[in-house]
T-cell receptor, first 114, second 114 residues
Framework: EPEVTQTPSHQVTQMGQEVILRCVPI?????FYWYRQILGQKVEFLVS????????KSEIFDDQFSVERPDGSNFTLKIRSTKLEDSAMYFC????????????FGPGTRLTVL | AQSVTQLGSHVSVSEGALVLLRCNYS??????LFWYVQYPNQGLQLLLK??????LVKGINGFEAEFKKSETSFHLTKPSAHMSDAAEYFC????????????FGTGTQLKVEL
């Protein structure tokens, strides 16, 4: 069964450093998303991406965040200068173009900013 | 704007007992509604979804939910709990159509006791 994969599973970084979180969406999906979940809190939408551009972003997704689909399979989230409050689980998801907006989630990357 | 309220951050049931997890939503447009389950250290897995048509929807693992527009509710039920149902459950809402962000509730941790 096709699935969304994410690497790394856990990333530890120093405050102010740049991090890139990687995702491989399901191959025939064309909508891609990033969500995050701060420990003990709910899952929050960050950004959606379609046809090589951002289709929607939340107010959390400020200038320090960026997304990219560098090739036909990967979808990345870059945090330019990490802050302590960026520590969270980051989930990538993808969905088909047509249909019911059913989003398939990856296992997540736990980001720890020290 | 859309929002989801999940009553009860922790629910405990006995094995074999009815499971009822509550979800109320707020949406100015007709919604799509979803229930996701998260097992420890895993990503989010779709249990079931309501898009259009029949208001009682069946999902995986014996779960079902009923969309009640008049009550703006989408409660999740299972007639008989199993130990393997212990997990965190998230209700989510989106606009209709593909590519739309999911707005999640705060989650309900289900504990199943012998």
């Amino acid at each position: 069964e096709p699935e969304v994969t994410q690497t790394p599973s856990h990333q530890v970084t120093q405050m102010g450093q740049e991090v890139i979180l990687r995702c491989v969406p399901i191959s025939n999906h064309l909508y891609f998303y990033w969500y995050r979940q701060i420990l003990g809190q709910k899952v929050e939408f960050l950004v959606s991406f379609y046809n090589n551009e951002i289709s929607e972003k939340s107010e959390i997704f400020d200038d320090q965040f960026s997304v990219e689909r560098p090739d036909g399979s990967n979808f990345t989230l870059k945090i330019r200068s990490t802050k302590l409050e960026d520590s969270a689980m980051y989930f990538c998801a993808s969905s088909a173009v047509r249909g019911t907006n059913e989003q398939f989630f990856g296992p997540g990357t736990r980001l720890t900013v020290l | 704007a859309q929002s989801v309220t999940q009553l009860g951050s922790h629910v405990s049931v006995s094995e074999g007992a009815l499971v009822l997890l509550r979800c109320n939503y707020s949406s100015s447009v007709p919604p799509y509604l979803f229930w996701y389950v998260q097992y420890p250290n895993q990503g989010l897995q779709l249990l079931l979804k309501y898009t259009t048509g029949a208001t009682l929807v069946k999902g995986i693992n014996g779960f079902e939910a009923e969309f009640k527009k008049s009550e703006t509710s989408f409660h999740l039920t299972k007639p008989s709990a199993h130990m393997s149902d212990a997990a965190e459950y998230f209700c989510a809402v989106s606009r209709t159509g593909g590519g739309n962000k999911l707005t999640f509730g705060t989650g309900t941790q289900l504990k199943v006791e012998l």
